[in-house]
T-cell receptor, first 115, second 113 residues
Framework: AQTVTQSQPEMSVQEAETVTLSCTYD???????LFWYKQPPSRQMILVIR??????QNATENRFSVNFQKAAKSFSLKISDSQLGDAAMYFC????????????FGKGTRLHILP | KAGVTQTPRYLIKTRGQQVTLSCSPI?????VSWYQQTPGQGLQFLFE???????NKGNFPGRFSGRQFSNSRSEMNVSTLELGDSALYLC????????????FGQGTRLTVV
């Protein structure tokens, strides 16, 4: 069975600095999607970034980028120029390309932004 | 396009009662998933519906059930509530470029007393 592991329950970063959140996953499949979701105190889960496993190029969305290492089954999220609004719970998630499969979430990393 | 709508936002129930939560997905999305979120367990998958059929189910007792209507709206029912059922229940509809992105509602906060 697939699993997603986020080893950092909490992290802190100074405003305007860069922070990297770690995620590893386990799967025997070769074709899948990986996601990072953000959940601020308002509770609304928001998709931050998506990566297709068959693409070698790392996904980027403005200040957010990923480091996808398929062989190592690692999928870290880098947030550049951290802002107060980035404070939230961040979840790493996996979904098989088989569209009948469910999305599997890690337990999350709580990110604090220090002013 | 309206987002995923969950009602009610907050609910307080007594042990032994039953509860029904509602979720309206994004227009055009046919798949709805439900998750239970607690501080200790994180996000746990409950079930997924596609075109009125349950196509995936998580490891929850039979007290947790769901259904989907022809307009893709979904309901989740929990019978004989227990204190441990207190949680945030999140609904997501699947869509996006490859139909694999989950778009979440704001959740229903259920408290069982």
């Amino acid at each position: 069975a697939q699993t997603v592991t986020q080893s950092q329950p909490e992290m802190s970063v100074q405003e305007a600095e860069t922070v990297t959140l770690s995620c590893t996953y386990d799967t025997s499949e070769s074709d899948y999607y990986l996601f990072w979701y953000k959940q601020p105190p308002s509770r609304q889960m928001i998709l931050v970034i998506r990566q297709e496993a068959y693409k070698q190029q790392n996904a980027t969305e403005n200040r957010f980028s990923v480091n996808f290492q398929k062989a190592a089954k690692s999928f870290s999220l880098k947030i550049s120029d951290s802002q107060l609004g980035d404070a939230a719970m961040y979840f790493c998630a996996y979904r098989s390309r088989n569209r009948d499969d469910k999305i599997i979430f890690g337990k999350g990393t709580r990110l604090h932004i220090l002013p | 396009k309206a987002g995923v709508t969950q009602t009610p936002r907050y609910l307080i129930k007594t042990r032994g009662q039953q509860v029904t939560l509602s979720c309206s997905p994004i227009s055009g999305h046919r798949s709805v998933s439900w998750y239970q979120q607690t501080p200790g367990q994180g996000l746990q998958f409950l079930f997924e519906y596609f075109s009125e059929t349950q196509r995936n189910k998580g490891n929850f007792p039979g007290r947790f059930s769901g259904r989907q209507f022809s307009n893709s709206r979904s309901e989740m029912n929990v019978s004989t509530l227990e204190l441990g059922d207190s949680a945030l229940y999140l609904c997501a509809s699947l869509g996006g470029q490859y139909g694999s992105e989950a778009f979440f509602g704001q959740g229903t906060r259920l408290t069982v007393v």
